[in-house]
T-cell receptor, first 110, second 114 residues
Framework: NAGVTQTPKFRVLKTGQSMTLLCAQD?????MYWYRQDPGMGLRLIHY???????AKGEVPDGYNVSRLKKQNFLLGLESAAPSQTSVYFC?????????FGPGTRLTVL | AQSVTQPDIHITVSEGASLELRCNYS??????LFWYVQSPGQGLQLLLK??????LVQGIKGFEAEFKRSQSSFNLRKPSVHWSDAAEYFC????????????FGAGTRLFVKA
């Protein structure tokens, strides 16, 4: 089992560009999440999904969109990147309670 | 709403000394409680979790945590710290409300001095 994988690992964008972060899990987990991690702020929940075809907003959803077309995939989109979105993004999944994290994507917006 | 407070931004302990990292949570019902560790440039690894039952839980790497409902706390402890324990530690609270959500504290960075 690969667990939770994230693509890409690193990315640099210019302000206003768009991109999509891909998360995949092979554990048949129902719930999937996107977090961002910033120094001194821990992990903050951006969006999450409780099942295929469903998404919901977390603590800091503005500027992001998500889609869960397949159970194993959870996509995070930035339509018009801003420097404030420079962060490390973690995807995670769980079936019941204990969350399994991906390795993270480091995004820099210039 | 769930929330987690880790009062200490960073802590320095000597190798071999004992360690206690503080965590306070806010949640209306009995929460699921977790401690995760993150080494520099790495993802998060689960150290231990509490769902119910014995309020003292054992985790990996010699860590333990005690759930105290009256104090809304879930402090992490280790009797003797090793240099390899230097990392950032996150306390988290989970709840099954409209799907399972986990909210994290801001983290405590542990420095270990020789």
């Amino acid at each position: 089992n690969a667990g939770v994988t994230q693509t890409p690992k690193f990315r640099v964008l210019k302000t206003g560009q768009s991109m999509t972060l891909l998360c995949a899990q092979d554990m048949n987990h129902e719930y999937m999440y996107w977090y961002r991690q910033d120094p001194g702020m821990g992990l903050r929940l951006i969006h999450y999904s409780v099942g295929e075809g469903t998404t919901a907003k977390g603590e800091v959803p503005d500027g992001y969109n998500v889609s869960r077309l397949k159970k194993q995939n959870f996509l995070l989109g930035l339509e018009s990147a801003a420097p404030s979105q420079t962060s490390v993004y973690f995807c995670a999944s769980t079936r019941e309670s204990t969350v399994v994290f991906g390795p993270g994507t480091r995004l820099t917006v210039l | 709403a769930q929330s987690v407070t880790q009062p200490d931004i960073h802590i320095t302990v000597s190798e071999g000394a004992s360690l206690e990292l503080r965590c306070n949570y806010s949640y209306g019902a009995t929460p699921y409680l977790f401690w995760y560790v993150q080494s520099p440039g790495q993802g998060l690894q689960l150290l231990l979790k509490y769902f119910s039952g014995d309020t003292l839980v054992q985790g990996i790497k010699g860590f333990e945590a005690e759930f105290k409902r009256s104090q809304s706390s879930f402090n992490l402890r280790k009797p003797s710290v090793h240099w390899s324990d230097a990392a950032e530690y996150f306390c988290a609270v989970g709840a099954s409300t409209g799907g399972f959500k986990t909210i994290f504290g801001a983290g405590t960075r542990l420095f270990v001095k020789a």
